[in-house]
């Protein structure tokens, strides 16, 4: 079984940058879990991948994130990161941690990211 919990969203102007946590219950260590992610929907549109880390430490980007994000965990708060650089319109969406242990999914109540002037 696994919890999670996100926060760190908020209003950002364009250009900024956020820093999101996800914080793992878990009876194991996250660094034991499949894969854990960040995901993304904006309204009107489908979730989409934003980044995900696996287990060994291989990390996976979206295109339209390249360069900008950066997913990490630090396995001894149990926690993962999404840190937020040049942040633009098209970033503002609830953003969603997984984490995937294979076979379960679990997800995240999600936190807003809204990027605006």
């Known amino acids: 079984q696994v919890q999670l919990v996100a926060s760190g969203g908020g209003l950002v102007q364009p250009g900024g940058s956020l820093r999101l946590s996800c914080a793992v219950s878990?009876?194991?260590?996250?660094?034991?879990?499949?894969?854990m992610g960040w995901y993304r929907q904006a309204p009107g549109k489908q979730r989409e991948l934003v980044a995900t880390?696996?287990?060994?430490?291989?990390?996976n980007y979206a295109d339209s994130v390249k360069g900008r994000f950066t997913i990490s965990r630090d396995n001894a708060k149990n926690t993962v990161y999404l840190q937020m650089n040049g942040l633009n319109s098209d970033d503002t969406a609830v953003y969603y941690c997984n984490a995937y242990t294979g076979p379960d999914d679990y997800w995240g109540q999600g936190t807003q990211v809204t990027v605006s002037s």
């Open positions: 880390l696996t287990s060994r430490g291989i990390a």
């Open positions: 878990t009876s194991r260590s996250i660094a034991s879990i499949s894969r």
